[in-house]
Every structure is written in C-alpha cells, then in structure tokens.
C-alpha cells in the first residue's frame, strides 16, 4: 500500500470508452486544484480502443496509467484505490463530465468535514444529441442515499476495513456500487452529501434489450439483501427497490389462483387471477412511461415485452437466492480483490 501523501485520489475505472474518457480527463484538466494534494488514476480494463493513448495526452497533469486484464469495474476501482496514496479516493465512471470546480470543491470539503467515510457527490443528467424518450438511459443523483460509483468519495480508512469492492457482482455489473456503501455503513462509517461536488452524466439512447438487462440484474438481489437485510429494507426504495417493483405482484398472484382454478375448473379464481395480472400490467406500463416522451413504436415493444418481463425477473431471483444460498448459512461474502 501506498503512503499517504495525497488527500485525494480520482479513480476513473474505464473499458473501450476512450472518446467519453477524454472528455472527462479534459474536464478535469482544465480546472484549478492544488495538484500537490490529487492524483488521478485510469484504470483500464483492457481495452480494445485507443484509451492508452488517450491518458498519455494528460500526462502533464500527473495521470496514472494502470492496465488490468478484464475482470470489471469493481475490480478496476479496487486495483486504482489499492494503488493510490490518497487519504480520501473518488470514484468517477469515466463517461461522465466533471462540473466546474470539481476537484477543488472535493478538497475543500473533505477538509472542512473531518471524519466522514462516504460522501455522494450529485449527479445530473445531461441531454446531449438525442431525444428524451422512453429508450434513452438517464442517471441522477439528486439528493443522495443512492450511492452511485460515478460520483462518491471513501475515506481510505473505510476502504481498508471492509477489503473494497465485492468483485462477486459480475455480469451483469451491477449493486456493487451499493453493496460497498452498505458494507462501509455497516463498519460504522459516516456517509453525506456534498450538492457542489457535481458531475454530469450523458443520457444515452437504449432499446428493448435493456429491459431483458433489468430483469437479468436480478440475480444480484438476493447476495445484496443476504449480505445486509436490515439495509436492504431500512436504504432501499419498497415501491421499486426491493426484489422486483411492488407492481409485478399481480404477475405473480395470477398464476397462484389461475392454476388450482383451472384445476378446479373455478372460473371465480381464474377471473380474479387474471384481472391482477391486468391490474399490474396496466399499472407496469404506466409506471414504464410516466414522465417520459411517448413514441408510438415504443410503446408497442414495451407494452409486447411487459406481458412476459416479470416473469424473466422472478425467473432471475430464484436463480439468485440458488447461487447464493451459502451466504445463508454463514458462508463467505465472497471474494474481494
């Protein structure tokens, strides 16, 4: 481990997003910080493009290089804060664009607030070429608690106790991020939010296939909520953070008074079972859309896919709690590099 000589440490995990990258990197460049204090580091998940040569154009700026093999982004920040000396690390996904005194709003508030572990800066979404509509992926971070890895700070003292990222949420690359916050809070660390520590994050244009993506990231929930249940239910949103949306409850509802209705040939429990299963559907959709620009085609394909999605996310869940049963009955949380 590194001595400590800096305050803070900028870790940029990145993987074949050198365009992005350097926009960061040049948004960061251009602002005024004491550089006797920071240091950045990209660690690069070994990428296909040019992002090697993309970092040597900010190396007078005092960027570190660090080539991985791929193993993702958990194990990307855990190998840049492993190899940083600041007292404090920060983490910024390498797409996003820092706001306008960034670094120098960074030390001077983890300055003037000793003590803390864990601090979320916010996180605004930025509409670049294209049009806000139902497929377009957004991230914010308004008021915290979300603990989004494009745009916190861990004291190195935090990252020491709980070993770092849990590298076991792998394909898909999500909940480490929470995971991590999680264990810090649960080490007793102090968590806030610093509104000026700004970042922007680009909408992107998505399709059908990112709702298969959310039904998949469910194999994730069951280690979360095995690792932490208290803060499972205590931090995480009930109406759609928990395992699944409250809303797929009338999914699930429906086969259970369906099948021993057909059974039975009780047409009562087959209605009632259906009309959850519309319920939920209709209610589902609304929620897919709300405050969204609604184009024709796009409807058609959510509204074909969320006759079925539910399902696939239960599906996923099960298989979740199978591969991580042991974590139930005292086993290792996994392991952390």
Request: positive net charge; contains cysteine; hydrophobic residues 40%.
């Amino acid at each position: 481990m590194l001595p400590y000589n800096k305050l803070i440490s900028i870790v940029i995990p990145t993987y074949n997003r050198s365009e992005k990258l350097e926009i960061l990197l040049q948004s960061l460049a251009g602002q005024k910080y004491d550089r006797l204090k920071t240091e950045i580091i990209v660690v690069d998940d070994c990428s296909k493009d040019n992002t090697a040569e993309i970092v040597l154009r900010f190396k007078d700026m005092g960027v570190n290089y660090i080539m991985q093999d791929n193993s993702g982004p958990a194990a990307a920040r855990n190998n840049g804060w492993k190899n940083s000396s600041g007292m404090f690390v920060g983490f910024l996904d390498s797409d996003v664009i820092a706001g306008d005194n960034y670094l120098s709003s960074a030390i001077t508030y983890l300055e003037n607030n000793p003590g803390l572990d864990c601090v979320e800066g916010r996180t605004l979404s930025k509409i670049m070429d294209i049009k806000p509509t139902y497929f377009t992926h957004s991230v914010e971070n308004l008021n915290g608690g979300q603990y989004m890895t494009c745009n916190i700070f861990y004291s190195r003292f935090i990252l020491e106790k709980i070993g770092g990222f849990d590298v076991e949420y792998h394909k898909p690359y999500i909940r480490e991020d929470t995971d991590i916050a999680f264990a810090a809070i649960k080490a007793g660390g102090k968590t806030a939010f610093a509104e000026n520590l700004v970042v922007y994050h680009p909408v992107y244009k998505s399709s059908y296939r990112d709702i298969f993506k959310l039904a998949l990231q469910g194999i994730h929930e069951p280690r979360l909520f095995m690792k932490y249940p208290s803060l499972y239910f205590k931090k995480m949103k009930w109406l759609d953070g928990w395992f699944f949306p409250v809303y797929y409850l009338g999914y699930y509802i429906f086969p259970a008074l369906a099948i021993p209705g057909f059974a039975m040939k009780d047409s009562w429990l087959v209605n009632t079972g259906f009309l959850f299963y519309l319920l939920s559907y209709c209610v589902t959709l609304y929620a897919q859309f709300r405050k969204k620009i609604v184009l024709p085609q796009e409807f058609l394909t959510a509204a074909a896919l969320f006759t079925f999605i539910p399902y696939l996310r239960l599906y996923w869940l099960i298989i979740g709690f199978i591969k991580h049963s042991h974590l139930l009955f005292g086993g290792k949380f996994g392991k952390k590099n």
